[in-house]
């Protein structure tokens, strides 16, 4: 069985937004392009899809169809009670931000053993069971 992979937010963020000052967006591009079936939840398209229409400023067709591609392509891993109690127990021990908690408890509860994620600690592993991953290190 294939390692389950979840992907942050910002990495998709990179990888959606061409950016051609920044090779962080095009690193980010070629390395979800060659995952299968990556492991994202709704907090991810909720956060991307606001900040593509407010940042990026993609009109509603153009966002439809990113959120299409996402359903698509990815397993979108649903949020249930004992993940919030999870990242409420993951704020005490590891001192993550909400948000990130929400996102380590997330991957946590879908089984991935590897988060990919630009903006947590590169190499932490957390439970023994999942290691954050920033795909983007020494790229810039």
């Known amino acids: ?26 690193l980010a591009a070629e390395f979800i392009l060659g995952l299968t079936r990556p492991v994202i939840n709704s ?9 593509l229409l407010k940042k990026a400023g993609i009109g509603e067709v153009k966002l439809r169809a990113i959120i299409q591609d996402w359903y698509r392509a990815c397993e979108v891993h649903p949020s249930n ?9 993951l704020r005490q021990r590891y001192a993550f931000s909400y948000w990130d908690s929400l996102i380590v408890a ?19 592993i957390i439970d023994g069971r999942l290691t954050i991953i920033n795909p983007l290190v020494g790229s810039s």
């Open 1 to 26: 069985m294939p390692a389950r992979l979840f992907i942050d937010t910002n990495i998709w963020l990179y990888a959606l937004i061409p950016n051609a000052d920044d090779p962080n967006h095009a």
């Open 43 to 51: 907090q991810v398209i909720r956060e991307a899809s606001s900040n």
């Open 81 to 89: 009670a004992a993940q919030h109690m999870l990242a409420s127990e």
């Open 106 to 124: 997330a991957a946590l509860d879908a089984g991935c053993t590897t988060l990919f994620s630009e903006d947590m600690q590169h190499g932490q």
